[in-house]
């Protein structure tokens, strides 16, 4: 339950409702998303060809992105990695070897992204590889341990490795930057909600981002609309982009966040767990020790989502009264895994 509120046309159409995404295999990924993306614009919110040399600096962290003859990578390229860090971190949990190299099916790519699945979205798809791979990065943002000044691109390479006889794309192999694959290993990672992928928009993709990094355990987060627009890498004016921050508001369709505008030129992002929990019976905090056991129960997952997800659950069931919050918190982890959802 993501308790996203829709406006007429707001968010894209699920295209596979048909699909049980929690029963196939290949689905069994929950869509996560690297800390360090998530934090840092990385990737271009234009829908036409980017072919500027993004600058960014902020507490520390330097980024230069240089675009290829192709123009930058986009945010909607990024489904792409996003799909692949989700099927890193569901091998690493359930004890499989992995590596940088990944052979995946296109058509599980497009599906699980809530792409459609026509001959020009393949096509599409392969100009989102080759953005990826064109698209240079230097930066010395910290991924797991490392620190280090160094210049990559987003993915390493990318091949086809079957078409159809039409020349579709069957199955294609991609390497991931070491850069990239060393954040998956050390877990650097966050569970995002299915309906990120039908956020119509660029900006709201990034914006749902920044919300998802920054509220974490936390009910709200606040921050200036001069800090949102540098963090969003938007290349809006500051009085364009407020205009499009506060159409977000009104539309009120962001996954797991509610939007508020604030004295001071403030946004406030709100947990929609925090919102259901506002009426009536509230749960209270739950002890370290219930998080530290969840840890045990659902290694690699991000338990604050787990959190947010059994409080939605809880509040949709009707409130009832819980003899202990942290048995029963657990126990909504326990029947999470045995779904493998």
Same mark, same amino acid.
């Given at each position: 339950?993501?308790?996203?509120? =829709?406006?007429?046309?707001? +968010?894209?159409?699920?295209?596979?409702?048909?699909?049980?995404?929690? #029963?196939?295999?290949?689905?069994?990924?929950?869509?996560?998303? !690297?800390?360090?993306?998530?934090?840092?614009?990385?990737?271009?919110?234009? =829908?036409?060809? !980017?072919?500027?040399?993004?600058?960014?600096?902020?507490?520390?962290?330097?980024?230069?992105?240089?675009?290829?003859?192709?123009?930058?990578?986009?945010?909607?390229?990024?489904?792409?990695?996003?799909?692949?860090?989700?099927?890193?971190?569901?091998?690493?949990?359930?004890?499989?070897?992995?590596?940088?190299?990944?052979?995946?099916? &296109?058509? !599980?790519?497009?599906?699980?992204?809530?792409?459609?699945?026509?001959?020009?979205?393949?096509?599409? #798809?392969?100009?989102?590889?080759?953005?990826? &791979?064109?698209?240079?990065?230097?930066?010395?943002?910290?991924?797991?341990? %490392?620190?280090? =000044?160094?210049?990559?691109?987003?993915?390493?390479?990318?091949?086809?490795?079957?078409?159809?006889?039409?020349?579709?794309?069957?199955?294609?192999?991609?390497?991931?930057?070491?850069?990239?694959?060393?954040?998956? +290993?050390?877990?650097?990672?966050?569970?995002?909600?299915?309906?990120?992928?039908?956020?119509?928009?660029?900006?709201?993709?990034?914006?749902?981002?920044?919300?998802?990094?920054?509220?974490?355990?936390?009910?709200?987060?606040?921050?200036?609309?001069?800090?949102?627009?540098?963090?969003?890498?938007?290349?809006?004016? @500051?009085?364009?982009? @407020?205009?499009?921050?506060? !159409?977000?508001?009104?539309?009120?369709? #962001?996954?797991?966040?509610?939007?508020?505008?604030?004295?001071?030129?403030?946004? @406030?992002?709100?947990?929609?767990?925090?919102?259901?929990?506002?009426?009536?019976?509230?749960?209270?905090?739950?002890?370290?020790?219930?998080?530290?056991?969840?840890?045990?129960?659902?290694?690699?997952?991000?338990?604050?989502?787990?959190? %947010?997800?059994?409080?939605?659950?809880? &509040?949709?069931?009707?409130?009832?009264? #819980?003899?202990?919050?942290?048995?029963?918190?657990?126990?909504?982890?326990?029947?999470?895994?045995?779904?493998?959802?």
């Amino acid at each position: 339950m993501t308790g996203v509120v =829709t406006s007429a046309g707001g +968010l894209l159409p699920d295209r596979h409702p048909q699909v049980d995404f929690f #029963l196939c295999d290949i689905f069994d990924a929950i869509p996560k998303d !690297d800390l360090a993306t998530m934090e840092h614009p990385v990737f271009s919110l234009s =829908t036409r060809p !980017d072919r500027r040399i993004l600058s960014y600096e902020h507490n520390g962290a330097m980024i230069e992105v240089t675009p290829s003859v192709k123009g930058l990578a986009t945010i909607h390229d990024k489904d792409i990695l996003i799909f692949c860090v989700s099927q890193l971190m569901a091998a690493i949990n359930a004890g499989r070897a992995v590596s940088r190299t990944l052979t995946l099916r &296109a058509h !599980d790519l497009l599906v699980a992204t809530n792409r459609e699945t026509s001959g020009d979205a393949y096509r599409r #798809l392969v100009e989102s590889f080759e953005r990826l &791979a064109g698209t240079r990065i230097k930066t010395n943002i910290v991924t797991g341990d %490392a620190e280090v =000044t160094s210049g990559f691109g987003l993915i390493e390479s990318w091949e086809i490795v079957r078409k159809t006889r039409g020349g579709r794309m069957v199955s294609v192999a991609v390497t991931l930057s070491e850069w990239l694959y060393r954040a998956v +290993l050390s877990k650097s990672v966050l569970t995002l909600s299915r309906d990120y992928f039908r956020l119509r928009k660029p900006l709201e993709r990034r914006i749902y981002e920044l919300a998802r990094k920054h509220c974490g355990k936390q009910d709200h987060w606040r921050i200036s609309v001069e800090t949102l627009l540098k963090k969003s890498g938007s290349a809006s004016p @500051r009085r364009v982009f @407020r205009k499009m921050i506060r !159409d977000m508001i009104a539309a009120n369709h #962001l996954p797991d966040y509610e939007m508020s505008e604030e004295e001071g030129d403030i946004i @406030r992002f709100t947990s929609r767990a925090r919102v259901l929990d506002s009426e009536g019976p509230q749960l209270p905090p739950l002890k370290p020790a219930a998080f530290e056991r969840a840890r045990d129960m659902a290694p690699g997952w991000d338990i604050y989502a787990l959190e %947010a997800d059994w409080r939605s659950y809880w &509040a949709a069931s009707g409130k009832p009264k #819980l003899h202990s919050v942290e048995h029963a918190f657990l126990g909504f982890v326990k029947m999470r895994m045995a779904k493998g959802r």
